[in-house]
Every structure is written in C-alpha cells, then in structure tokens.
C-alpha cells in the first residue's frame, strides 16, 4: 500500500513538472512572438515617417532625384519583407537605415532645410523611432535567446521535442558593411 502510494506521488510530481516545463515553453516562444511583434510595431513606425522626411527634403534639394528613388524602394522593399524571417527583414532594413543615412547627409548640404522645424521635428521623430527598434530588436533577441536555451536544455528539450517546439533565429546583420552606421551630422 505504502509503495503504490509513493509510486503514485511521484507520478503526481513528475506530471506536475512536466506541465510546468510545458507551460514555461509556450511562455517563451509567445514572448518571441511579442518581441517580434514589437518590433513590427516601430518599424511601421518609421515607415510611416519616411514619406514625410523626404517630402521635406524634396522641398529644398529637388536636384537629389536619385536618393529620394532609393529611400522610397528601399522602404518598398522593407515593408514587402514584412512577413519575412529575421534574417531577410534585417537585411532589408539594413539597406533602408543605409539609404536614411545618405538622405539626411543631403540635407547636411542646405543650411536652410537643417534650420527648418518640420524637418527638426521629424529628424527627431526618427531618431527616437530607430532608438526604439534597437531596443525591440534586442529585446527580441533576449527573448529567443532565453526560448532556445528552453528547448534545447534537458530535461524540457524532451518536452519541446514532443510538442515541436522549434528553435527560433536572431534578428543579426549578415553583411558586415550594414554594421556600420552611416555617418550623418547636423551641425
């Protein structure tokens, strides 16, 4: 009677842990999904900024046609991709900060664009939009790094096993150039 009785409670606990284990999986990968939802969130954000940063700077350097075409199909780009894994969607957006970076380095060139508060303003605005995406993008990355170290330590890789719980990818730059920031001063 005694032995049925511990036999009993260690299944009880064993079941216990395995819900717990399995509780604490769906928890994280749904924490991946939110952080990459974040991240979602701020780049539409700065999609949604960009027409109105070039309409300002078209307004003063009408001869800079080229830049204004880049910025406009790297954004075209970057919102296709949208539904793209991390590594696509960061190469796009690699290449938009990329062409960001050479239209602000047009409006370096007319003292009265740089002076002008539409154009502040929204400088400003996409300076904390890109703020705010370096953080999404690296909260999203603490997330899956704490997801994949769940299903791929013992004992819950055997639980993520069973359920197909799969390891997530890293939101990372793949190109070595897209590391480097553009170099862009307003002064």
């Known amino acids: 009677m005694i032995a049925l009785i511990i036999i009993l409670a260690v299944i009880v606990i064993l079941f216990l842990i ?4 399995y509780n604490g ?6 924490q991946v999904k939110n952080a990459w939802a974040q991240i979602d969130v701020q780049l539409k954000r700065r999609y949604d900024l960009i027409p109105n940063l070039v309409e300002t700077v078209k307004g003063y350097a009408k001869h800079e046609r080229e830049v204004f075409e880049n910025v406009t199909k790297a954004r075209n ?9 991390p590594a696509t969607r960061a190469q796009a957006e690699g290449e938009l900060t990329a062409v960001l970076g050479r239209l602000l380095a047009v409006a370096e060139a007319y003292p009265e664009l740089k002076a002008n508060q539409n154009f502040l303003a929204l400088q400003e605005e996409l300076t904390s939009t890109e703020n705010k995406i370096s ?4 909260f999203y ?5 704490n997801y994949n170290n769940k299903i791929q330590m013992f004992p819950s890789n055997i639980i993520a096993g069973m359920f197909g719980f799969t390891v997530s ?18 002064t």
């Open 18 to 21: 395995f819900i717990g284990i």
């Open 25 to 30: 999986l769906v928890g994280l990968r749904n």
């Open 77 to 85: 780009m970057a919102q296709q991709v949208a539904s793209a894994g």
């Open 135 to 138: 953080f999404s993008r690296q």
């Open 141 to 145: 990355n603490d997330s899956v790094l």
């Open 169 to 186: 990818e890293f939101f990372e730059v793949k190109v070595e150039a897209e590391r480097i920031a553009p170099k862009v001063s307003f």
